[in-house]
């Protein structure tokens, strides 16, 4: 049988998180076949072709396609369903919309935010916020996963592409309905596919003062991103979120700033490779995993960090 | 317009979590329980529509063991006005709540349900919009913002880029994030007199669901610790260490 991985695609290009997701389906040991939605996607769909390890890509081109609405790519992905036997996507807020429909309609249970594959029925996966890590056994006959980016290295790319198959799905539901999106715009990289990340908690008191993370981010080339305390206080949009029920990074270098440490934080930036924690409050929990703490006020010690980089 | 919605009872989210020293899951005995806090955020924002007149009554359901009545008595204690507990004891996957909750759809037809994006304990992130495919309702996940218009609801979603808005077909199902409201606590009168709203106490098999799990949890550890590292001074050492011993700028 075969394994069908819904590829994202932002601005032209297959999204980052797609590519290291897809890592994930070599380790399920059978064909892969990669879909894409959209139309006037050309460039996207020959990129996704030449994703290595991918032997054909399903393209559904159709303008109903150009906004993902779950009711419309479950339906999509039903309807081909019969062919396939893993169903896999990356866990970004996509992935996690769309993928336990698609369970519920082949009447499967569906494996959230894997870590990693066993074997052929038997996946890893975080619970309690990281707390603990699961290992689960699947009786279905076909299998519903998505895939923790964050585990995996991008997928490489081949030279020359594979076959393309378009698609055009018929039946397409209508009870829902796209008005628009309002998206952060930032001259900083992406914070799932950044090298650095600076965030900010708290400690921050405002929005104003994230300009002084936007300044260090700026000489770093790093994304900016905070915790839940600073988007409620409305300090940043929401999409800047890390943790928990957030987004979930792990980057070369996290550098945590005026942010406690609580275990819903943790748990979107604890993989890091190398975590960097300022904070006045040398009890905090975040020096209990930072690998260099600084007591320090953080409004004294960013403008020296800016000038020393 | 009635509205339904579920909510299940996990452990506090501000308590430590122990794995079990055998490996077979996570330590539950004379640990703090709570309402999981997306499906408080679910309740309040039935209540609040209550309040604005646009719906009458507020059904809270709960799938799990006997102490849920108690999660469902704070749900009424809030504001919900009577409660369904399904009673079983062994743990049960998200699309066996969904299986049972589509049966409890088909016999109440509420005009919304409104559950929360996630239960934090298994962070599965799946039931309401396994619901949605169950019931073939649309769906809004991640909710930050909601507004009924006429047989409409449109939904400000929280998506990885920033806000995505969509307009749904009621009936409808709302899965909340965090932003949705800042749930409120139940006062003591209000406490007081949840005690005497209706709780309907039900098994699976009043559904007819079959709950036989697809999943089995091998085993469960303990994530690898992350060392402490050390303190430096100041900005200079911080940024001599990241650049000689860790490399990373
Ligand atoms: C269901 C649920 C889900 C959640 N999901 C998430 C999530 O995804 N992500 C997340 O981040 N949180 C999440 N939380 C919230 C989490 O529990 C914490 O409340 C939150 O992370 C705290 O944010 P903070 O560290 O910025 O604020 P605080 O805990 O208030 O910490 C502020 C810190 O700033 C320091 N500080 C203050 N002023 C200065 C200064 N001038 N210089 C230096 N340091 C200073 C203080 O010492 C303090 O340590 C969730 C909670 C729940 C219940
Ligand atoms: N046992 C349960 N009883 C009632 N509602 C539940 C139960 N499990 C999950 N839910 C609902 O589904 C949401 C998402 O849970 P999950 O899919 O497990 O992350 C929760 O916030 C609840 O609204």
Do not use: W
């Not at chain 1, 959230?112 to 689960?136: K, L, P």
């Not at chain 2, 298994?122 to 169950?134: E, I, Y």
């Not at chain 2, 969509?166 to 005690?195: G, Q």
């Amino acid at each position: 049988m075969t394994t069908l991985f819904y590829i994202e695609h932002t601005n032209g290009k297959v999204s980052d998180q797609s590519l290291k997701a897809i890592s994930a389906t070599k380790d399920l040991g059978e064909e892969v076949h990669g879909m894409i939605a959209g139309t006037s996607i050309e460039s996207v769909v020959e990129e996704a072709s030449k994703i290595a390890g991918v032997s054909k890509i399903i393209h559904i081109e159709n303008d109903e396609y150009n906004n993902i609405l779950a009711e419309k790519l479950t339906s999509a992905i039903v309807n081909i369903s019969d062919s396939y036997n893993y169903f896999c996507a990356a866990a970004t807020t996509t992935g996690k919309n769309v993928m336990p429909r698609v369970a519920a309609k082949l009447d499967v249970s569906q494996i959230s935010e894997i870590i990693g594959v066993e074997s052929s029925d038997t996946f890893i996966r975080t619970i309690y916020a990281g707390n603990a890590i699961a290992t689960v056994q699947s009786s279905d006959a076909k299998k519903v996963l998505t895939i923790r980016p964050t585990a995996y290295k991008a997928a490489e790319t081949n030279d020359t592409g594979c076959e393309v198959e378009k698609i055009n799905p018929e039946n397409i539901p209508n009870i829902s309905e796209y008005i628009n999106e309002e998206l952060t715009k930032s001259d900083r990289p992406e914070l799932t596919s950044a090298k650095i990340i600076i965030s900010g908690g708290r400690g921050m008191q405002n929005g104003e003062n994230f300009e002084l993370l936007d300044k260090v981010a700026a000489k770093l080339g790093a994304a900016v991103g905070a915790s839940r305390a600073a988007v409620d206080a409305g300090f940043v949009p929401n999409d800047y979120q890390v943790g928990q029920t957030g987004k979930v990074v792990a980057p070369e270098l996290y550098i945590a700033v005026g942010i406690s440490g609580a275990i819903q934080h943790l748990a979107g930036m604890k993989d890091s490779k190398v975590i960097v924690a300022i904070n006045k409050d040398e009890e905090a929990p975040i020096f209990d995993i930072a690998d260099y703490g600084l007591v320090a006020d953080l409004f004294q010690v960013l403008p020296e960090l800016e000038g020393a980089i | 317009m009635k509205i339904l919605v579920p909510i299940k009872r996990v452990i506090d989210p501000y308590v430590s979590i122990r794995v079990k020293s055998d490996n077979t899951g996570v330590e539950t005995d004379n640990v703090k329980m709570s309402m999981n806090p997306f499906c408080e955020i679910a309740i309040e924002e039935a209540i609040r529509l209550k309040e604005a007149g646009k719906a009458e009554e507020i059904i809270a359901v709960s799938v799990g063991n006997q102490s849920c009545q108690e999660t469902i008595r704070t749900a009424l204690a809030m504001g919900a006005d009577r409660g369904i507990h399904v009673l079983i004891d062994q743990t049960v996957e998200p699309l066996s709540i969904a299986k049972i909750l589509s049966k409890i759809i088909d016999q109440e037809k509420p005009g919304l349900v409104i559950s929360g994006k996630q239960a934090i304990d298994g962070d599965n992130n799946q039931t309401g919009q396994m619901l949605a495919a169950l019931t073939d309702m649309p769906q809004g996940t991640f909710a930050s913002k909601i507004e009924i218009d006429g047989d409409k609801i449109q939904v400000t979603r929280e998506i990885d880029g920033g806000l995505q808005t969509i307009k749904l077909n009621m009936p409808a199902i709302i899965t909340t994030d965090l932003r949705l409201n800042e749930p409120r606590y139940a006062s003591l009168p209000n406490i007081m007199k949840a005690k005497k709203k209706p709780i309907d106490q039900k098994t699976p098999d009043d559904y007819g669901v079959d709950i036989t799990p697809r999943l089995k949890t091998l085993k469960v550890i303990e994530p690898p610790k992350r060392q402490a590292g050390i303190k430096v001074e100041n900005i200079s050492e911080l940024v001599e260490k990241l650049k000689n011993e860790a490399g990373v700028i």
